[in-house]
């Protein structure tokens, strides 16, 4: 299965920007790059995807790197609602046939 | 976004009886359905995929027959636990795919089981 790594905690202040790393070296040409978010006690939350361009929505900027190797979310300003664990995803196999194989995440504090 | 239910939002039973749980795409048909187990402080981990209308497919390691997964319909999906014992206690989450809008899986908010 494709796996991905990410840092296990990072931090930030509120309203700041935040940079979430993750690295995917075994990536292929076909796996989407996906993140989702996980508050305690709750179950993920779609944050955005991509495949090879930079991709921009409401919640967050995604950054891939040219080799594909490589991925950042970026949080533009934090608030304290997004303290929460970020996972980075490959979703790997044939469209309609594909699934999502969850890493270890990254646990984001954000301070006031 | 697209709404993904679950029921119940926590139980606990005895240890030896069976659990059911349901997993409902409330606004789009989904003809496939995840079901994932999260222990505390760990990730998601993949039990399964439920395809409406056909066996479900079991990742490696997961007994097929003691968790019995059922996708009679394409709005819902259930998971039932078969003689629980308290190492079967766990938060229990599906997720649903958008087959016909984004293609994008939305996750339920979790059922957490209690084995006693």
């Known amino acids: 299965d494709a796996k991905t790594t990410q840092p296990n905690s990072m931090e930030s202040n509120e309203e700041e920007p935040v940079h979430l790393p993750c690295n995917h070296s075994?990536?292929?040409?076909?796996?989407?790059i996906h993140w989702y978010r996980q508050l305690p006690s709750q179950g993920p939350e779609y944050v955005i995807h991509?495949?090879?361009s930079n991709v921009n929505n409401r919640m967050a900027s995604l950054a891939i790197a040219e080799d594909r190797k490589s991925s950042t979310l970026i949080l533009h300003r934090a608030t304290l609602r997004d303290a929460a664990v970020y996972y980075c995803?490959?979703?790997?196999?044939?469209?309609?046939?594909?699934?999502?194989?969850f890493g270890t995440g990254t646990r984001l504090q954000v301070f006031p | 976004g697209a709404v993904v239910s679950q029921h119940p939002s926590r139980v606990i039973c005895k240890s030896g009886t069976s659990v059911k749980i349901e997993c409902r795409s409330l606004?789009?048909?989904?003809?496939?359905m995840f079901w994932y187990r999260q222990f505390p402080k760990q990730s998601l981990m993949l039990m399964a995929t439920?395809?409406?209308?056909?066996?479900?497919?079991?990742e490696q390691g997961v007994e097929k027959d003691k968790f019995l997964i059922n996708h009679a319909s394409l709005t819902l999906s259930t998971l039932t636990v078969t003689s629980a014992h308290p190492e079967d206690s766990s938060f229990y989450i599906c997720?649903?795919?958008?087959?016909?809008?984004?293609?994008?899986?939305?996750f339920g908010p979790g059922t957490r089981l209690t084995v006693l």
């Open positions: 606004d789009f048909q989904a003809t496939t």
């Open positions: 995803i490959l979703r790997v196999g044939p469209y309609n046939t594909d699934k999502l194989i």
């Open positions: 991509g495949l090879t």
């Open positions: 439920s395809n409406e209308g056909s066996k479900a497919t079991y």
């Open positions: 997720s649903a795919r958008d087959a016909e809008g984004t293609n994008e899986q939305f």
């Open positions: 075994t990536i292929s040409g076909t796996d989407y």
